[in-house]
Nanobody, 113 residues
């Protein structure tokens, strides 16, 4: 069955960095676009970044220039490198495979001011 296991979250001061990882299993990872979403308290889940099979990427405007999504198909893993973090980046972060309706448990990112 499909599994998505996110890790790497934590508490960091504003301006700091974190690197999130998501290990996938149960499907052919290299064949799927992968995305990172986030959900802040009281807000809807939003798409943060996506990476296509060939490696091209896109980002929501609020994280452009600060976040980098990447993938390692040999390790079935997608990453989100987050720099210059802001308090408004505080949320639970989830990875997702396109066209597969499954969510992992997410990883909490908290940015203090």
């Amino acid at each position: 069955q499909v599994q998505l296991v996110e890790s790497g979250g934590g508490l960091v001061q504003a301006g700091g960095s974190l690197r999130l990882s998501c290990v996938a299993s149960g499907f052919t990872f290299s064949s799927y676009w992968m995305s990172w979403y986030r959900q802040a308290p009281g807000k809807e889940r939003e798409l943060v970044a996506a990476i296509r099979r060939g490696g091209s990427t896109n980002y929501v405007d609020s994280v452009k220039g600060r976040f980098t999504i990447s993938r390692d198909n040999a390790k079935n893993t997608v990453y989100l490198e987050m720099n210059s973090l802001k308090p408004e980046d505080t949320a639970v972060y989830y990875c997702k495979a396109a066209r597969i309706e499954f969510w992992g448990q997410g990883t909490q990112v908290t940015v203090s001011s």
